[in-house]
Each structure stands twice: as C-alpha cells, then as structure tokens.
C-alpha cells in the first residue's frame, strides 16, 4: 500500500507529509515529558488513516502479560498501556 509506515518508522519517514513538522513532533515531545514516559521502553505509534497532515498518535509502555478471571476461567493476555491523542491540538 501506498505511503504505508511500518513499525520500523520514525518520525523522519513522515516530516514531509505533516503540515507543520516542528509544531507536530514539538507536540508529541511535549506529552511524552510531561506524562513521563520512559524513553528506552516506550514507543510513538502514529495513526496511519487519513492524510497524515496532523495524524493522531498512541504513545505506548511496553506490553505485558496479564491474567484474567471470570468465574472460574482464567484467560492470558498481552496488555499495551498507553495514551492515544490528537495530533491536531495533542490532547
């Protein structure tokens, strides 16, 4: 597919569709500081619908295993914390 950005990506492969690179990622920094995310083990995940001008993003902590009871059956799971926000006004 076409302009497609894989799990590999990082903010460079995308400067050139955003309407406004140094206000986007200054957004994007922003929240990562202030919701202190730690650098070595979280991850920007990008929106990939739409133009791209102003994607929406996820920053991720890592995945975890996580156990579910209900009743008597107990279901594994992966767990991704994270927050999801607009890459419009980044809230």
Do not use: C, W
């Not at 102003?54 to 994270?82: D, H």
Request: proline letters at 8%.
């Amino acid at each position: 597919m076409p302009g497609h950005i894989t799990s590999s990506s990082r903010a460079s492969d995308l400067i050139h569709v955003l309407s406004d690179p140094i206000q986007y990622v200054r957004g994007i920094v922003t929240n990562f500081a202030f919701y202190g995310y730690d650098r070595e083990t979280s991850a920007i995940r990008p929106g990939m619908t739409g133009a791209g001008i102003l994607p929406n993003y996820k920053i991720q902590k890592p995945s975890r295993p996580v156990t579910i009871t209900v009743g008597s059956l107990r279901f594994k799971m992966t767990a991704t914390p994270g927050q999801t926000f607009s890459g419009r006004n980044h809230r």
